[in-house]
């Protein structure tokens, strides 16, 4: 995972991840075509974060487990966001992505230390 190429791969898929989240037409992230690549990403993301303490096992299972929080979670702070935004669900999503941005960075850098 420290090849040059990883790190570009997972950059576009996520920055894929984040424009079709704004999409309108986009299907619900709890529905199992949405739900279950996101436990796979936040399970493999989990092991490969774990690999260098060996902890792959463990931190997969922590991955799988954050992904849920911020699946279920995500949703119901836009939801409740957009409410608050007179039910402008855009400008929630936006800010619901800088907030998932800010506390993934916070978890690596907590990670790494």
Not at 71 to 85: D, H, M, N, P, V
Request: proline share 5%; with cysteine.
């Amino acid at each position: 995972m420290t090849s040059v190429w990883a790190g570009i791969i997972f950059s576009v898929l996520a920055i894929v991840e984040l424009v079709t989240d704004q999409l309108p037409k986009t299907p619900s992230r709890k529905v199992p075509m949405q739900l279950i690549p996101r436990l796979v990403s936040g399970c493999f993301c989990g092991a490969v974060l774990g690999a260098p303490s060996g902890s792959s096992v463990g931190c997969a299972v922590v991955g799988i487990i954050g992904a849920a929080i911020g699946t279920f979670g995500g949703s119901e702070f836009r939801s409740r966001l957009a409410k608050l935004l007179g039910g402008k669900d855009h400008p929630a999503a936006l800010i619901e992505d800088v907030v998932a941005l800010v506390i993934a960075i916070v978890a690596v850098v907590i990670l790494r230390a």
